[in-house]
């Protein structure tokens, strides 16, 4: 090069040698995304027309070329979307009464044995539903059907949030080894506010006759994740807070499939929980745990974590326990700036913006108070107590709480060097109150010489009623799941 020569050939193309090559167009996908893509391009490059009749082809009517390449490069995104994991490490979740499963956000759930815990088949969502991402909290209802939120990315060149219901396997097909999924109803799609950056969720709401479903400005960017894995970046630095939008609430109804007319809008927040909603004298009233921004994902990076666990750092954004009520009635004939809430027992409002719009705000209730639990007999019911971990001052809690939305009073369990889960409220069967049971939790214990513990506490006294130790290391976990013996 010094004396002005040719250049030294480039150095041939790396690649992962378990990516498998597509035939047409010779990219290279990990194996779930080769799956989609090839069956994808491969009837892509069958219906692309010959030079020769391209001026004869017949265009409808109002569709340019312009058209058909943004609509073709967006679909072509929905078949490069990566597999990002198959790791199950969030939630464990049933899809019938004896089918269980781990599951993340992504497409792919993984059977799990409730007894020996034993890992089972793959299941990947896409097989019965249009579905990139999916939620890891469904709900259930007493006859045992599941419902679930998940995102179509650009299918079809549009990007939409669909609730399904996977319906209980009937007593004929029992015994049957097809999977529940097998059955999936789609209720409703919800278009995206943004074709390339849907928001991110983790949890909905469910009352008798509406889900709750959160458009929030954290956001994933699609295009990123098309190509994160050329990049070999992470799922978190797919996402984006956009502090500058507001957070659309939508109320969908369960019998129509169709969304309420009415807009509920409310500041710029980051919901992962849902805690619990049910219906009021003409209200949906629903509890979530809500962020100002989005710093909580940078929390989990191992620097941060190995900084005491967190605790001394200054960019924690804790969370508020937070209670939206949304007036259900139209508000036409309602006065511009008139507060639409009628309950007594909250100072959460809905103020009508203009015709259609309301813009809502919450009643906080306190903060620092994560992964909360209640007893799921209450759930779309006005529940009162809630149970949680206390995050005041990191995401590792060292305390976990019961808290009484009525008296927003708390009282705490903790003990030196030991970090709790989530608490996992059981009704006691038969029970007298909402309270009348146990709550669960796995206690990570570092005190010299002592092992980490299963932990139980009296659900009305949040007293100390038993604890069962582990001979055995625990991990922190997120979520927890109590299968009762006779399922
Ligand atoms: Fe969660």
């Known amino acids: 090069m010094k004396d002005g020569g040719p250049l030294p050939p480039p150095p041939p193309p790396t690649y992962d040698p378990d990516y498998v090559k597509c035939p047409c167009c010779d990219r290279r996908f990990n194996q779930g995304a080769a799956d989609r893509h090839i069956k994808f391009c491969q009837e892509q490059a069958a219906r692309m027309p010959t030079k020769s009749k391209l001026g004869d082809a017949k265009k409808p009517r109002g569709r340019t070329p312009h058209f058909f390449f943004l609509f073709r490069a967006i679909t072509f995104l ?40 034993e890992t089972l088949d793959k299941v990947d969502y896409i097989k019965y539903l249009p579905v990139n991402l ?27 949030y669909i609730l399904f219901k996977v319906p209980a396997v009937s007593e004929k097909d029992k015994d049957k080894d097809a999977p529940a999924l097998k059955n999936v109803e789609v209720i409703c799609t919800v278009p995206c506010r943004s074709l390339l950056t849907p928001s991110y969720y983790h949890s909905f709401g469910i009352t008798d006759n509406y889900f709750i479903f959160i458009e929030q400005p954290l956001k994933l960017d699609i295009l990123k994740m098309a190509t994160a894995y050329m990049r070999g970046v992470n799922w978190a630095s797919c996402m984006k807070f956009c502090p500058e939008e507001n957070t659309l609430i939508h109320l969908i109804d369960r019998k129509t499939g169709k969304v309420v007319e009415t807009k509920y809008h409310t500041g710029p927040m980051v919901v992962y929980h849902h805690v619990n909603a049910f219906e009021d004298d003409g209200h949906v009233v629903f509890d979530v745990i809500a962020y100002n921004d989005s710093r909580l994902y940078e929390m989990f990076y191992l620097s941060k974590l190995k900084d005491n666990y967190g605790f001394q750092n200054d960019g924690y954004c804790k969370p508020s326990y937070k209670r939206f009520a949304l007036p259900i009635q139209s508000d036409k004939g309602v006065a511009v700036g008139e507060d639409l809430v009628k309950l007594k027992y909250t100072t959460a409002s809905a103020v009508k913006e203009k015709e259609g719009k309301l813009m809502c705000q919450a009643e906080v209730f306190c903060a620092g108070f994560e992964l909360p639990r209640m007893n799921y007999d209450f759930n779309c019911k006005k529940h009162r107590f809630v149970y949680g971990n206390c995050v005041e001052e990191s995401v590792l ?28 409220f059981i009704p006691k069967p038969k029970g007298e109150s909402e309270d009348d049971g146990v709550v669960l939790a796995s206690v990570i214990n570092s005190n010299p010489g002592q092992s980490s513990f299963l932990l139980i506490l009296d659900g009305r006294t949040f007293k100390e009623v038993a604890r069962a130790y582990v001979k055995a290391p625990l991990n922190r976990d997120m979520h927890g799941l109590f299968i009762p013996r006779e399922n």
Request: hydrophobic share 25%; net charge negative.
């Open 78 to 117: 929905n078949h490069t979307v990566p597999d990002f994991t198959d790791n199950g490490a969030s939630n464990f979740i049933k899809c019938s009464s004896s089918d269980y499963y781990a599951t993340s956000e992504t497409n792919y759930i993984r059977k799990i044995d409730p007894v020996t815990l």
């Open 134 to 160: 999916v939620s890891s909290h469904p709900h259930y209802d007493k006859e045992g059907n599941a419902y679930n939120i998940g995102t179509s990315i650009a299918e079809k060149a549009k990007t939409k």
């Open 397 to 424: 809690a060292k305390e976990i709480a019961k808290l009484d939305t009525e008296t927003k009073e708390r009282v705490y369990w903790s003990e030196d060097s030991c970090l709790p889960s989530e608490p996992v």
